[in-house]
């Protein structure tokens, strides 16, 4: 009896050639987030050769960095109380061991203004009105080694039919990327501009004084489709991005250093019309928004949950608003008007853990406290000679001056104007 082949039959093989397998993959196709986390893990030595490899590497090394040297004070315009116009940029120490730096070794920093801080170096505007149209000069100052660079405004050959977008064009304000070394006047700035409805940027690479312009293409992803005029002019650092504020809107305007590309980033729903700012927590430096919505001092920062709110969560509800508008002279009697006379003005970029709030009659620092807190009472009156408008600006500006042997920076942070005590 003859066995049967019960299998299957055998297929025979194919005549169609393999494929050539793909092409090895490249470094260039990691996320920044990836291409962050393996440069997190070299050293310092070898993290800097990193960053001279491009562009990209350099803004993602910048943020592998270890957090800036403690606070040594602020800089700030002081104003005169009879025309209210503004003085010389000037250096509040923290403590009578910090060096007094200033800035008189950049003579014509008399005719700017302080727009922006970071890793010790200040960008300056100039302090008279351009036109909308027209991209200012930037003075950038390091107090630390006391150097100077004056960047001419972007050329209008970085932009083709340059013409063309200047009868549209609206300029909103500038910022500071990166920095090469502590020790050499190396880094990269950015300002950004409207262009018929899309934000465009310049970016600026300064090496020991010389300085490139390139411009981008307009961000056709980003519509803006409201007057410009509600841009807030300075810029926010926190959570290793740049925030600009809109005013009387639910989302703010983002820049990635990393890919230099603008998004919005939508406030909270529960918010509705209530004023806010954006910073960074005092423990971890997360993305966080602190407001008085309902009537309240709320911190919320992102998250995705369940019950997250367009990405973000109510962390912790800080202090009533009347209780804190009791402790603040000069405000109206109606309740109504008492809170709606007080706001959050910005909160501390140094992650002090302060947020301002601005009335008629100065700018109340709040501590924030890591689980609850009250409102104590103030321990001083308004500082002489400083007018709230440009004193509330202070939190952008708190100058992070690097460690050196030459400066002797503390640990402690305090604020220019006066306390505002909170126990937990």
Known sequence: MTRKNLGKTKTPPSSTSVPPPPPPATIDVLANDDLRDILSR???????????????????????????APLLGYFFHPTKDSDRTCSDAVF???????????????????????????????????????????????????????????????????????????????????????????????????????????????????????CRWRALPRD?????????????????????????????????????????????????????????????????GRLCIVTDAESQLQLWVRGETKWSDRGWLLERKIVDLRVLCDMMPGLPNHPMFRTLSVWPSDMDAARSGKVFFHQNHGLW?????????????????NRHGLWTPHLRLLSGMAARVPCSRVLNPVTTFMSIGFEFACSV
Do not use: M
Request: a neutral charge; proline letters at 9%.
């Open 220 to 284: 056709e992803d980003v519509l803006v489709e409201f007057d410009p005029w509600l841009f807030e002019k300075r810029g926010v650092h926190a959570a290793g991005k740049i925030y600009w504020h809109i005013c009387n809107s639910w989302r703010l305007l983002v820049l990635d250093p990393s890919t230099l590309k603008f998004s919005y980033l939508p406030a909270p729903d529960a918010l509705g019309c209530a004023k806010y700012r954006v910073g960074e927590t005092p423990e971890d």
């Open 92 to 210: 509040d120490p923290l403590d009578a061991s910090v060096p007094r730096l200033s800035l008189d070794f950049a003579p014509d920093a008399s005719n700017f203004q302080v727009y922006d801080c970071h890793q010790g170096l200040l960008l300056l505007e100039p302090a008279v009105k351009l036109p909308k149209g027209i991209l200012p000069r930037f003075l950038v100052l390091d107090p630390a080694t006391r150097r100077r660079v004056l960047l001419p405004p972007p050329p209008r050959d970085t932009v083709a039919d340059d013409r063309i977008w200047r009868t549209s064009r609206y300029y909103i304000g500038s910022a500071l990327l990166s920095r090469a070394h502590p020790s050499k006047l190396c880094f990269e700035a950015v300002c950004f501009a409207i262009d018929d409805g899309h934000p465009r940027a310049w970016v600026a690479s300064v090496d020991d004084g010389d």
């Open 365 to 381: 620092p709040l501590l924030l406290p890591s689980g609850y807190g009250q409102a104590g009472a103030s321990v001083d009156g």
């Open 42 to 68: 070299l050293s310092a030595a070898d993290l800097l050769r990193a960053a001279l490899a491009c562009h990209r590497w350099r803004r993602v090394a910048s943020r592998c960095c270890p957090r800036a």
